[in-house]
């Protein structure tokens, strides 16, 4: 059972504001490969340590919005 899942929604509206909102541009900004940023946006894996760290710098996600982005309590699983 997962603790924590990524909150989508959040980083998809952080993506938008970034003018990411396509995975390929973000991948190509973020060198994370697309399958990865798919599979993490679609929820489907946890994205690594050195991914959240590339996506935090791309998307200009601040550290204590990252923890609540990417940290999430997965409720469904309580």
């Known amino acids: 059972m997962q603790k924590y899942k990524v909150d989508i929604v959040e980083l998809k509206k952080i993506m938008v504001e970034q003018k990411l909102d396509k995975i390929v541009d973000l991948s190509a900004a973020s060198t994370v490969d697309r399958n990865t940023l798919s599979r993490v946006i679609n929820g489907d894996i946890k994205p690594s340590t050195t991914v959240i760290e590339k996506l935090m710098s791309t998307l200009h996600i601040p550290p204590e919005r990252a923890g609540t982005i990417f ?5 469904r699983n309580t």
Do not use: D, G, H, R
């Not at 940290?71 to 409720?75: D, G, I």
């Open 71 to 75: 940290f999430s309590p997965n409720l």
